[in-house]
């Protein structure tokens, strides 16, 4: 194997780590191996493909996203961070934080013993975010890429002081038909529902997406599983580090509101994110990292 960190890239046999220049001139890097696909931007680190071998593709970016620099795509796995929604107290910051539109730096490419590839990212205070980062806090986030797709997202606080953060994996999941789609593993479960002002409600049965749905799933660390009617599968969510889980879905109207999700985008997707959201943000006390770990894997029902 070759590895050239100055050009990201590496090559042994038919697996390699290329870096391109996308649309927009957002840097972008592939990778394949024996097990996957996978496309990522460093900007925002942010995941935009991941297709197993034989299967079709699991994440989803909508047709009319928009590539830019600052601007956050449409789709993917984008990183909410270091806040979930809006900023608790200035509302004139950005939703979800700035982590989905800043640039990160690969600091690690490793192809593992069993085939997968692991990348390792940091990101650091820049001009335009540096007075929004929390003091004294490192981020890293590692994707692994190969049978299974794996993230974590370890936030280290170096400083003398508690911090509190807020964050998601806001993962667009494809599906070939969301209202055929039936999400396990949240049943019997307390939710808050946005759209009518967080009351708080309990699920019953799988979730069924029938409108717009925009929920904060609480205490949830059970596994998940997307069933896959139309696409005939089921994509398992597993995560560590995370009691809370995001559902959503903009529907119809919302959706051509938004303008970017393209035509008839919404019933293509569905985001389920594992979170530190609501009541699930999480204290760092001083000397310590907080971990936040996903997987997804694809099954045959």
């Not at 394949?32 to 297709?51: D, E, M, P, R």
Request: proline share 5%.
């Amino acid at each position: 194997m070759e590895f050239h960190k100055e050009k990201f890239a590496f090559k042994a046999g038919d697996n390699y780590l290329c870096f391109n220049k996308g649309e927009g001139g957002i840097p972008l890097i592939d990778i394949k191996n024996k097990f996957a696909t996978a496309v990522i931007s460093l900007q925002g680190a942010h995941i935009l493909s991941w297709i197993p071998e034989g299967e079709e593709e699991v994440i989803w970016v909508s047709e009319d996203a928009v590539f830019a620099p600052g601007k956050s795509v449409r789709g993917g796995v984008p990183i909410c961070w270091p806040w979930f929604g809006a900023h608790e107290t200035d509302p004139a910051l950005p939703a979800h934080g700035f982590a989905r539109t800043t640039n990160w730096e690969i600091t690690c490419a490793e192809l593992l013993d069993d085939g997968s590839t692991r990348l390792t990212f940091i990101t650091e205070p820049q001009a335009g975010n540096d007075k929004m980062w929390p003091p004294a806090t490192t981020v890293q986030y590692q994707v692994t890429i190969g049978k299974k797709l794996e993230m974590e997202l370890a936030t280290f606080n170096n400083g003398a002081e508690p911090i509190v953060i807020g964050q998601a994996l806001h993962t667009y999941f494809n599906v070939g038909d969301v209202s055929k789609v039936l999400l396990h593993g949240l049943d019997d479960t307390r939710y808050l529902d946005k759209l009518e002002g967080f009351k708080e409600k309990n699920q019953h049965g799988p979730v069924l997406i029938e409108g717009e749905v925009d929920r904060i799933y609480l205490d949830t660390v059970s596994e998940c599983v997307i069933d896959d009617r139309s696409l005939k599968r089921n994509i398992v969510i597993n995560k560590c580090g995370s009691h809370s889980t995001v559902v959503w879905n903009p529907w119809r109207e919302t959706a051509v509101k938004m303008g970017d999700l393209g035509e008839g985008g919404y019933k293509r997707m569905l985001c389920v994110e594992s979170s530190n959201a609501a009541d699930d943000v999480v204290e760092i006390p001083p000397g310590k990292t907080h971990h936040l770990w996903v997987q997804y894997q694809v099954q045959k029902p």
